[in-house]
């Protein structure tokens, strides 16, 4: 992981531009109790802009993951690699954290905390742990939290630009798109700056920004706080904000006549019925899957039957071999074809 | 003889006027335990019905209380805007005790609203609910308890301010 030289020279420019990344990360501060939030302040921005995750356990060291790496971080503000000498968080300090990240409304939270996971201003993920209180069979919410991981989320203005030619038919519509990838190698950010630029436009390409309907069941596209997105997806695209994504397909079929849908993490049995009728509509999809590869994928039984049916028209596949979002490789609708075993080509 | 009469004067206004004080705060007690279980019922209301945040939901409650009693709640709602690092717990604690010297009320009063400001914002609905129930019920009491001293003895002091003051002046004659 990066080290911080305190004594290395810095010119001015670059100085400001640090000042004006280190904004980004205000709601992460905001939300962290004083004594934690001093440590991650004495950070380097070098430092903070390598964190993916801080993770706050109880009676536990304060972690930092980044760059698939892991690291400590001590009472003094320091990363360091030597257990020993981590800051040990407390109970204490994780209940405190999940207070602030509520604006100190833990009632107002609940039904998200059902979900496991928080989203605070900025967009960032905040998973929950603790004990789980039941109702019926049912998960009702967390109490006595004793773990927080805090996501930072980052929008990589443009990071799909070499991507988007492969994706674009013609000048109204895409191609049926599965971004498939292990997690934390960048999916959800891909198909962040997708969305994005299908709905703004790229004028390089002759490209006219499309409608786009996005269904951010997890709130993890837009981020959504108290339903404003957080991220920019573009002009033209409409968020239902921590909906269940087969419901959420339909409800913008009917309502706002997209041209694309996106959706992050497709899976459950209904959500196949809501893309076929998608594609039966005549409206596009793109989606993300969590897997390794294009063999992987058919193993699964949502996405299987879809690829078998012939659905998605362009496969991208994600590793972090070069860092995260390495585009590994691009299944176009030939090979898509010939994947699910059926031979042909139909364009 | 005029500095004589003049000097009277002045013993007994000051006399009569600390026994209204005394008197005064008595009323004043009963009055804003009544103000504050309002405000904790419109507090309720935006934490239970609407989900308010709490920051927006102290700050309407604020507005909806009169003062003195409302400077709590302002306190509440800003130190919490300021986003220090500070529970909703903590700033209760703080604005309490920022605002205590202006209010009437006494250490029992003060103990309460205290420990209802504890678990503020801090646990889900249904204890939240619980946790209003509790406070509102035990200042029921303290005001019920206010208002008998304030009949017991509003009258008491304002006469013996005044008494006070004539034997002085009697004295001193």
Redesign the interface.
């Known amino acids: 992981m990066h080290t911080y030289e305190k004594t290395r020279h810095i010119p001015e420019r670059v100085w400001r531009e640090e000042k004006g990344g280190r904004k980004r990360y205000k709601y992460i501060f905001?939300s962290?109790?004083?004594n934690i939030?001093n440590m991650i302040q004495r950070l380097s921005f070098g430092e903070l802009e390598c964190i993916e995750e801080f993770r706050l356990k109880a009676d536990a060291p304060f972690i930092v993951y980044g760059a698939g790496d892991s690291a400590y971080i001590t009472a003094e503000g320091r990363i360091c690699s030597d257990r020993g000498r981590a800051y040990i968080v407390t109970a204490e300090d994780a209940?405190?954290a999940l207070?602030?990240m509520?604006?100190?409304?833990?009632?107002?939270i609940?039904d998200e905390l059902k979900n496991g996971y928080i989203t605070i201003r900025g967009g960032h993920r905040i998973g929950v742990v603790g004990k789980v209180v039941t109702e019926g069979g049912r998960v009702k919410?967390i109490?006595d939290v004793s773990g927080l991981n805090i996501r930072i989320s980052r929008q990589v203005i443009g990071c799909s630009s070499n991507l988007l030619p492969r994706l674009i038919r013609d000048k109204g519509s895409v191609y049926n798109t599965l971004i498939v990838s292990p997690p934390q190698c960048g999916k959800t950010t891909l198909l962040r700056d997708i969305i994005r630029q299908l709905s703004d436009g790229v004028p390089s390409l002759g490209f006219e920004g499309i409608k786009v309907g996005v269904v951010d069941e997890r709130s993890e596209l837009a981020g959504c706080y108290k339903g404003i997105p957080q991220n920019d997806l573009g002009i033209r695209t409409d968020i239902l904000d921590a909906c269940p994504k087969a419901q959420g397909m339909m409800m913008l079929i009917r309502s706002m006549s997209p041209g694309v849908i996106a959706t992050d993490e497709l899976g459950r049995p209904e959500d196949l019925v809501s893309i076929q009728e998608a594609i039966n509509a005549g409206v596009n999809v793109i989606t993300t899957v969590h897997g390794w590869n294009t063999k992987d994928i058919m193993k699964k039984p949502v996405i299987g039957k879809l690829m078998k049916g012939g659905v998605f028209e362009r496969v991208v596949v994600l590793s972090r071999r070069k860092g995260p979002g390495t585009i590994e490789e691009i299944v176009d609708s030939v090979e898509c074809q010939k994947l699910s075993g059926l031979g042909g080509c139909q364009e | 003889m005029i500095i004589k009469i003049f000097g009277c004067l002045v013993i007994m206004t000051c006399a009569t006027s600390a026994g209204f004080l005394m008197a005064n705060g008595y009323k004043k007690r009963v009055w804003e335990l009544r103000a504050f279980q309002q405000a904790l019922q419109v507090l309720e209301s935006e934490?239970?019905y609407t989900?308010?945040?709490?920051?927006q939901?102290v700050d309407k409650t604020a507005h909806s209380t009169e003062a003195p009693v409302n400077r709590i709640f302002f306190d509440v709602g800003q130190i919490?805007e300021e986003?220090?690092?500070y529970?909703?717990g903590e700033?209760w604690c703080t604005a309490v005790d920022r605002n205590r010297d202006i209010l009437s009320l006494d250490c029992e009063d003060l103990q309460i609203i205290r420990s209802f400001g504890k678990n503020?914002?801090?646990?889900?609905?249904e204890n939240?609910e619980k946790s209003f129930k509790l406070a509102k019920y035990q200042l029921k009491a303290q005001q019920a308890k206010a208002e008998e001293e304030r009949s017991k003895n509003e009258r008491l002091y304002k006469n013996l301010g005044f008494l006070l003051g004539a034997a002085l002046v009697i004295l001193l004659i």
């Not at chain 1, 509520?102 to 107002?108: G, I, T």
């Not at chain 2, 989900?51 to 920051?55: F, I, R, V």
């Not at chain 2, 503020?120 to 609905?125: H, Q």
Request: with cysteine; proline share 7%; hydrophobic share 35%.
């Open positions: 905001d962290l109790p004083v939030r209940a405190k207070q602030l509520c604006d100190c409304s833990v009632y107002s609940e919410t109490k | 934490i239970l989900s308010t945040p709490l920051p939901a919490l986003r220090k690092g529970t909703a700033a503020l914002g801090s646990i889900d609905k939240q």
